[in-house]
Protein backbone atom coordinates (compact mmCIF):
# COMPACT_ATOMS: atom_id res chain seq x y z
CA UNK A 1 0.00 0.00 0.00
CA UNK A 2 2.01 3.35 -1.30
CA UNK A 3 0.95 6.68 1.30
CA UNK A 4 -0.05 9.69 -0.54
CA UNK A 5 1.26 12.89 0.22
CA UNK A 6 -1.49 13.75 3.28
CA UNK A 7 -0.94 10.42 5.17
CA UNK A 8 2.84 10.96 4.36
CA UNK A 9 2.97 13.72 6.16
CA UNK A 10 0.80 12.82 9.07
CA UNK A 11 3.32 9.73 9.42
CA UNK A 12 6.57 12.00 9.76
CA UNK A 13 5.15 14.05 12.34
CA UNK A 14 3.98 10.89 14.24
CA UNK A 15 7.93 9.20 13.88
CA UNK A 16 9.27 12.87 14.64
CA UNK A 17 6.91 12.78 17.59
CA UNK A 18 8.38 9.36 19.02
CA UNK A 19 11.66 10.03 18.71
CA UNK A 20 11.16 13.54 20.78
CA UNK A 21 9.66 11.20 22.98
CA UNK A 22 12.38 8.77 23.70
CA UNK A 23 14.81 11.47 23.57
CA UNK A 24 12.99 13.22 26.28
CA UNK A 25 12.60 9.55 28.41
CA UNK A 26 15.31 6.98 27.62
CA UNK A 27 13.82 4.76 29.43
CA UNK A 28 10.98 3.91 26.79
CA UNK A 29 13.83 2.81 24.34
CA UNK A 30 15.43 0.15 26.78
CA UNK A 31 12.18 -1.15 27.55
CA UNK A 32 11.77 -1.66 23.55
CA UNK A 33 14.95 -2.93 23.80
CA UNK A 34 13.32 -5.51 26.45
CA UNK A 35 10.65 -6.63 24.32
CA UNK A 36 12.14 -7.05 21.56
CA UNK A 37 15.03 -9.65 23.56
CA UNK A 38 11.88 -11.04 25.18
CA UNK A 39 10.46 -11.98 21.56
CA UNK A 40 13.69 -13.13 20.64
CA UNK A 41 13.90 -15.46 23.27
CA UNK A 42 10.75 -16.42 23.05
CA UNK A 43 11.01 -17.79 19.39
CA UNK A 44 14.10 -19.25 20.41
CA UNK A 45 11.87 -21.25 22.69
CA UNK A 46 9.29 -22.24 20.20
CA UNK A 47 12.03 -23.39 18.23
CA UNK A 48 13.38 -25.40 21.10
CA UNK A 49 10.29 -27.46 21.89
CA UNK A 50 9.70 -27.60 18.16
CA UNK A 51 12.96 -29.65 18.03
CA UNK A 52 12.28 -31.54 20.89
CA UNK A 53 9.22 -32.47 19.62
CA UNK A 54 10.11 -33.69 16.02
CA UNK A 55 13.39 -35.92 17.96
CA UNK A 56 10.69 -37.29 20.73
CA UNK A 57 8.06 -37.71 17.93
CA UNK A 58 6.42 -41.57 17.15
CA UNK A 59 8.03 -42.80 14.27
CA UNK A 60 6.64 -45.86 13.05
CA UNK A 61 8.58 -48.07 11.24
CA UNK A 62 6.43 -50.73 8.75
CA UNK A 63 7.38 -54.57 8.77
CA UNK A 64 9.75 -55.56 5.76
CA UNK A 65 8.61 -58.54 4.47
CA UNK A 66 11.56 -61.27 3.04
CA UNK A 67 10.80 -60.36 -0.57
CA UNK A 68 11.31 -56.72 -0.67
CA UNK A 69 14.05 -56.87 1.74
CA UNK A 70 15.61 -59.58 -1.30
CA UNK A 71 15.04 -56.73 -3.76
CA UNK A 72 16.30 -54.01 -1.63
CA UNK A 73 19.47 -56.38 -1.61
CA UNK A 74 19.59 -56.44 -5.48
CA UNK A 75 18.58 -52.56 -5.11
CA UNK A 76 21.61 -51.44 -2.52
CA UNK A 77 24.18 -53.75 -3.73
CA UNK A 78 23.86 -51.89 -7.46
CA UNK A 79 23.54 -48.51 -5.34
CA UNK A 80 26.72 -48.90 -3.55
CA UNK A 81 28.83 -50.67 -6.35
CA UNK A 82 29.37 -53.88 -4.34
CA UNK A 83 29.66 -56.17 -7.12
CA UNK A 84 27.27 -58.59 -6.21
CA UNK A 85 25.53 -61.16 -8.30
CA UNK A 86 22.62 -63.44 -7.99
CA UNK A 87 23.06 -66.70 -9.78
CA UNK A 88 21.62 -70.17 -9.71
CA UNK A 89 24.39 -71.16 -7.63
CA UNK A 90 23.97 -68.45 -4.53
CA UNK A 91 20.50 -67.64 -4.95
CA UNK A 92 19.49 -70.53 -2.31
CA UNK A 93 22.09 -68.30 0.14
CA UNK A 94 20.76 -64.68 -0.79
CA UNK A 95 16.63 -65.55 -0.19
CA UNK A 96 18.25 -67.41 3.65
CA UNK A 97 19.77 -64.37 4.27
CA UNK A 98 16.54 -62.06 3.02
CA UNK A 99 14.33 -64.47 5.51
CA UNK A 100 17.06 -64.69 8.56
CA UNK A 101 17.01 -60.84 8.60
CA UNK A 102 13.43 -60.14 7.90
CA UNK A 103 12.68 -62.25 10.81
CA UNK A 104 10.48 -64.45 8.66
CA UNK A 105 10.20 -68.31 10.42
CA UNK A 106 10.28 -69.53 6.86
CA UNK A 107 14.24 -69.28 7.85
CA UNK A 108 13.98 -72.21 9.18
CA UNK A 109 13.71 -73.98 6.47
CA UNK A 110 17.60 -73.29 5.88
CA UNK A 111 18.31 -75.07 9.23
CA UNK A 112 18.31 -70.96 10.60
CA UNK A 113 17.95 -70.14 14.28
CA UNK A 114 16.99 -66.50 14.31
CA UNK A 115 17.98 -66.23 17.52
CA UNK A 116 21.82 -66.89 16.44
CA UNK A 117 24.05 -65.34 14.33
CA UNK A 118 25.60 -66.33 11.13
CA UNK A 119 28.68 -68.05 10.32
CA UNK A 120 29.22 -67.97 6.23
CA UNK A 121 31.40 -70.61 5.00
CA UNK A 122 32.85 -70.36 1.61
CA UNK A 123 36.26 -70.67 -0.78
CA UNK A 124 38.15 -68.00 -1.60
CA UNK A 125 36.74 -65.11 -4.20
CA UNK A 126 32.94 -66.87 -3.75
CA UNK A 127 31.41 -64.10 -2.71
CA UNK A 128 30.98 -63.89 1.04
CA UNK A 129 32.09 -60.28 2.00
CA UNK A 130 30.21 -58.79 -0.17
CA UNK A 131 27.28 -60.68 0.23
CA UNK A 132 27.44 -59.45 4.05
CA UNK A 133 28.22 -56.02 3.08
CA UNK A 134 24.78 -56.06 1.12
CA UNK A 135 22.60 -57.39 4.35
CA UNK A 136 24.40 -55.36 6.60
CA UNK A 137 21.54 -52.82 6.68
CA UNK A 138 18.55 -54.87 7.50
CA UNK A 139 15.19 -54.84 9.25
CA UNK A 140 16.44 -56.77 11.83
CA UNK A 141 20.22 -55.64 13.44
CA UNK A 142 22.45 -53.54 11.59
CA UNK A 143 26.33 -55.00 11.91
CA UNK A 144 29.53 -53.57 10.57
CA UNK A 145 31.95 -55.43 8.67
CA UNK A 146 35.83 -55.28 10.28
CA UNK A 147 38.73 -57.60 8.70
CA UNK A 148 39.78 -59.98 11.03
CA UNK A 149 43.22 -58.79 10.38
CA UNK A 150 42.31 -54.77 11.42
CA UNK A 151 40.96 -56.59 14.49
CA UNK A 152 44.46 -58.33 15.06
CA UNK A 153 46.72 -55.06 13.87
CA UNK A 154 44.20 -52.65 16.29
CA UNK A 155 45.82 -55.29 19.48
CA UNK A 156 48.96 -54.74 18.47
CA UNK A 157 48.55 -51.14 18.54
CA UNK A 158 46.06 -50.64 21.33
CA UNK A 159 46.23 -53.41 23.27
CA UNK A 160 43.27 -55.14 25.52
CA UNK A 161 41.29 -52.10 24.05
CA UNK A 162 41.09 -53.80 21.04
CA UNK A 163 39.76 -56.42 22.31
CA UNK A 164 36.81 -54.89 23.96
CA UNK A 165 35.63 -52.79 21.12
CA UNK A 166 35.41 -55.61 19.06
CA UNK A 167 33.17 -57.87 21.97
CA UNK A 168 30.93 -54.68 22.37
CA UNK A 169 28.01 -53.03 20.61
CA UNK A 170 28.50 -50.13 18.19
CA UNK A 171 26.59 -47.18 17.62
CA UNK A 172 25.85 -45.58 14.64
CA UNK A 173 23.33 -44.06 12.40
CA UNK A 174 19.81 -44.36 13.10
CA UNK A 175 18.91 -47.92 11.28
CA UNK A 176 16.30 -46.91 8.17
CA UNK A 177 14.78 -49.93 8.26
CA UNK A 178 13.97 -49.47 12.81
CA UNK A 179 15.48 -46.75 14.03
CA UNK A 180 18.05 -48.71 16.23
CA UNK A 181 21.46 -47.18 16.70
CA UNK A 182 22.89 -49.62 18.21
CA UNK A 183 25.34 -52.44 16.01
CA UNK A 184 26.57 -55.42 16.18
CA UNK A 185 30.03 -56.70 14.21
CA UNK A 186 30.54 -59.65 11.31
CA UNK A 187 34.17 -60.86 11.61
CA UNK A 188 35.23 -61.23 8.24
CA UNK A 189 38.02 -63.78 6.68
CA UNK A 190 38.26 -65.39 10.36
CA UNK A 191 41.68 -67.04 10.00
CA UNK A 192 43.53 -64.89 7.66
CA UNK A 193 44.65 -62.83 10.82
CA UNK A 194 48.18 -63.48 12.41
CA UNK A 195 48.70 -64.20 16.28
CA UNK A 196 49.58 -60.50 17.37
CA UNK A 197 51.69 -59.41 20.15
CA UNK A 198 51.16 -56.18 22.37
CA UNK A 199 54.47 -55.42 24.76
CA UNK A 200 55.31 -58.92 24.18
CA UNK A 201 52.10 -60.31 25.17
CA UNK A 202 51.28 -62.83 22.08
CA UNK A 203 47.82 -63.36 21.91
CA UNK A 204 45.16 -65.52 19.65
CA UNK A 205 43.10 -62.76 19.55
CA UNK A 206 40.34 -63.42 17.47
CA UNK A 207 39.88 -66.53 19.82
CA UNK A 208 39.82 -63.75 23.04
CA UNK A 209 37.19 -61.75 20.88
CA UNK A 210 34.63 -64.54 20.05
CA UNK A 211 34.84 -65.63 24.04
CA UNK A 212 34.03 -62.08 25.01
CA UNK A 213 31.56 -61.34 22.59
CA UNK A 214 30.09 -65.13 23.70
CA UNK A 215 29.55 -63.27 27.02
CA UNK A 216 27.52 -60.23 26.08
CA UNK A 217 23.77 -60.84 26.21
CA UNK A 218 23.81 -57.74 24.28
CA UNK A 219 25.31 -59.25 21.42
CA UNK A 220 23.77 -62.44 21.17
CA UNK A 221 22.36 -63.01 17.45
CA UNK A 222 24.22 -59.34 16.59
CA UNK A 223 27.73 -61.48 15.37
CA UNK A 224 28.58 -62.74 12.23
CA UNK A 225 31.56 -64.38 10.57
CA UNK A 226 32.81 -64.87 7.09
CA UNK A 227 35.66 -67.47 6.89
CA UNK A 228 37.38 -69.73 4.42
CA UNK A 229 38.37 -72.35 7.35
CA UNK A 230 36.03 -75.58 8.12
CA UNK A 231 35.35 -76.64 11.25
CA UNK A 232 37.97 -78.60 12.07
CA UNK A 233 40.60 -76.01 10.99
CA UNK A 234 38.75 -73.35 13.13
CA UNK A 235 39.22 -76.33 16.42
CA UNK A 236 42.98 -76.96 14.88
CA UNK A 237 43.37 -72.53 15.31
CA UNK A 238 41.50 -71.49 18.00
CA UNK A 239 40.71 -74.32 20.19
CA UNK A 240 38.03 -76.59 21.04
CA UNK A 241 36.48 -74.48 23.79
CA UNK A 242 36.10 -71.49 20.90
CA UNK A 243 34.49 -74.36 18.46
CA UNK A 244 32.21 -75.50 20.68
CA UNK A 245 31.06 -71.73 21.67
CA UNK A 246 30.75 -70.78 18.41
CA UNK A 247 27.83 -74.09 18.10
CA UNK A 248 26.27 -72.03 20.29
CA UNK A 249 26.03 -68.53 18.24
CA UNK A 250 25.79 -68.89 14.96
CA UNK A 251 23.80 -70.68 12.59
CA UNK A 252 25.96 -72.22 9.35
CA UNK A 253 25.46 -71.48 6.04
CA UNK A 254 27.87 -72.76 2.72
CA UNK A 255 28.40 -71.31 -0.38
CA UNK A 256 28.37 -73.99 -3.20
CA UNK A 257 31.90 -75.08 -4.12
CA UNK A 258 30.90 -74.65 -7.53
CA UNK A 259 30.59 -71.13 -6.96
CA UNK A 260 34.39 -70.83 -7.68
CA UNK A 261 36.57 -67.33 -7.57
CA UNK A 262 34.17 -65.20 -8.52
CA UNK A 263 37.71 -62.64 -9.07
CA UNK A 264 39.08 -64.57 -11.74
Do not use: H
Given at each position: ???????????????????????????????????????????ALINRQNYAAYCFRDIHYPKVTAEEYFRWIQQNARACGFPLRITEANKDIIKALALYFSKDYRAEGYGLDLEKGLIIFGGIGCGKTYTMKAVRT?????????????????????????????????????????????????????????????????????????????NRPDLKGRIHITTNLDPDQIEAIYGPRVRSRMREMFNQLAFPDEIGDLRK
Open positions: MTLDQGDRAIFLKVKAKQKDLFQNFPYLTAMDEVRKEVRKEKANPSAAFLLVPCSDISDAYTQDGVEALEKYATPAKGRPNPFNGDTQYGWCYDDLGTEETSSNYGNRRNVMAEVIQKAY
